[in-house]
């Protein structure tokens, strides 16, 4: 159960209990050097925990030291909103006195992007280490100097853990600073939202002090959000607020990108990413071996490293490992891991695009994809093209203008229309229901087209 102020029976059963938490991911003699001479004090009438140092120079320490990683480890044992102060032992907690930097010190005790995304769990190797300095820089807040700061690398690269680890050291270092936080889908859907007009939402998001938006790219299935986007960045540019963007492709080779929306993303600092290599890959599984016990070892953990590149792949596969373990029971043999590591290496399906819907309408229909998206007005055609018009809007959320533009440049009306048509055939018709089923899951599986 978590524990609040006031279920807590003692400051010395809070500590204890605290205890047993760290002995899951911490060695036993490092917390008896950094946590153990601490004193925790719970106050009940404003739910706070004061952290007490014996000195002010183990303070100075514990501040450059282990600070984050104990405030990342009490946040995930006391749940988010909590507030937590530091002061030296001697000193005043209501008046200042003792060590200025270590007196009644707040901070909330909460990691609202998620407690795993921190720099100190973003796994880089000197490749990686001037994006990682900068992003430092950035979450700082000290001053806006890289307006806007995007961060572009392939995906399993660590964009959105960078960007995360940001807005999380931002509500640190800037309590009560007012964060934007989604993806290119998530502002589309306060756009797509009926009971409200453009400028109210365009205000709503002029009106953070931070705005972080992940993977600018997929704007290209949305185009009709760019001028939305660029009416947002001139008023935090012109408000000097801080903008940071993630994306697949560095800015310059956006080219579907607006001329006006590409010129002002070079306003600012670009990083790139490199894809983590087998080293940065080997501390991954090693670390959720160490956090999960999953007891792999030294080969099985770079044989894991070695047969899958992506940071998700390696997560879903120890997932799956961990699974295991649970379930069975026991140490997991050398055969049960390499059985697991096949199952896992099985083709996994293609990213789900436009062009994969087209390939499949393509290969089902008899028809050449450049055909489905011509100006052809056979019968045949026109069904195959209305088909491939509904995946889209289905499974990917394509705008009409957007579908217009990958259908040979047809107007949005028209595109609307030949979607509504399909939709009245699968209202009327079983079997164009169930083809429609059936093409939907070949889009999403392996396999070719």
């Not at 036993?28 to 153990?36: G, K, L, N, P, S």
């Not at 705005?211 to 760019?226: G, H, Q, S, V």
């Not at 070892?297 to 596969?317: C, P």
């Not at 996994?348 to 008899?366: I, N, S, Y």
Request: aromatic share 10%; glycine share 8%.
């Amino acid at each position: 159960m978590t524990p609040t102020p006031q279920s807590a029976s003692g400051d010395g059963v809070l500590k204890n209990d605290f205890r047993q938490h760290l002995l899951r991911t911490c060695p036993e003699q490092d917390i008896r050097r950094w946590f153990d001479p601490l004193d925790i004090c719970v106050s009940e009438a404003d739910q706070s925990y004061c952290v007490v140092f014996p000195h002010a120079y183990f303070g100075a320490w514990f501040e450059g030291s282990v600070k984050e990683l104990f405030e990342r480890q009490l946040a995930q044992y006391l749940g988010p909103g909590h507030i937590l102060r530091y002061r030296t032992r001697g000193s005043s907690p209501g008046n200042g006195t003792g060590t200025p930097q270590h007196s009644a010190v707040a901070v909330v005790t909460d990691f609202p992007y998620g407690h795993r995304f921190t720099f100190e769990t973003f796994l880089a190797n000197e490749k990686n280490a001037f994006p990682l300095a900068l992003a430092r820089e950035v979450g700082r807040g000290d001053a806006v100097r890289y307006n806007p700061f995007l961060v572009c690398g392939p995906s399993g690269s660590g964009k959105t853990h960078l960007l995360r680890a940001m807005a999380n050291a931002v509500t640190r270092s800037q309590p009560g600073a007012s964060i934007y936080f989604g993806s290119v889908a998530d502002v589309q859907g306060l756009f797509a939202d009926q009971k409200r007009c453009g400028p109210e939402i365009r205000a709503e998001l002029a009106g953070h002090d931070w705005l972080f938006i992940d993977e600018l790219t997929d704007i290209a299935r949305t185009p009709d959000l760019e001028q939305e986007l660029i009416g947002v960045f001139n008023a935090f540019h012109d408000a000097g607020r801080q903008m940071v963007f993630s994306s697949r492709e560095r800015a310059a080779s956006c080219d579907f990108l607006d001329p006006t929306f590409r010129s002002r993303l070079e306003w600012g600092l670009m990083v790139h990413l490199k894809a983590p290599d087998l080293s940065v890959r080997s501390q991954f599984v090693e670390q959720i071996n160490k956090d999960k016990r999953l007891g792999l070892s030294r080969e099985q953990i770079l044989t894991l490293a070695s047969r899958f590149e992506g940071f998700r792949r390696l997560e879903g596969v120890l997932l799956r490992l961990e699974a295991f373990r649970q379930h069975a029971g026991g140490e997991l043999s050398e055969a049960e891991f390499t059985r697991h590591i096949r199952l896992s290496e099985d083709k996994k399906a293609p990213e789900l695009t436009p062009e994969r819907v087209l390939a499949v309408c393509a290969e089902h229909f008899g028809i050449p994809a450049r055909e489905i998206t011509g100006p052809g007005r056979k019968k045949e055609l026109v069904f195959a093209r209305q088909a491939a018009m509904a995946l889209c809007r289905t499974l990917l959320g394509i705008s009409y203008p957007a579908l217009g533009k990958i259908f040979g440049g047809k107007d949005h009306s028209t595109v609307l229309y030949s979607i509504r048509k399909f939709q009245q055939i699968l209202d009327d018709n079983q079997d164009t229901k169930l083809l429609f089923r059936q093409l939907s899951k070949k889009c999403r599986q392996g396999g070719p087209a």
